[in-house]
């Protein structure tokens, strides 16, 4: 049980450390390309791996969520 909250609060952290450290647009267009926190959490990863800033893996996302191959995947992957 203590595993399932020290999880959550270690998510809870990173979101915050994303909203805090980003600007008001790239959380707006997160928020309009309908970037789950669960896909927030997989672009933070991506952008400290990668060092470039995380508005531009947010834009990314964005695109690629408007794709087809976003279409696809979501058909394959998801019940």
């Known amino acids: 049980m203590s595993l399932e909250i020290t ?6 952290h990173t979101l915050n450390n994303i909203v805090n450290l980003t600007s008001i647009e790239a959380l707006i267009m ?11 959490l997989k672009c933070q ?5 990668k060092k470039i800033p995380i508005e ?3 834009k990314k996302m964005a695109h690629f969520k408007e794709s087809s191959a976003y279409l696809i995947y979501k058909q394959e992957f998801t019940y």
């Open 7 to 12: 999880e959550w609060q270690r998510i809870q």
């Open 45 to 49: 990863t991506i952008s400290e791996l």
């Open 56 to 58: 531009h893996v947010f």
């Open 30 to 40: 997160a928020h309009k390309a309908k970037i789950t926190v669960n896909e927030m």
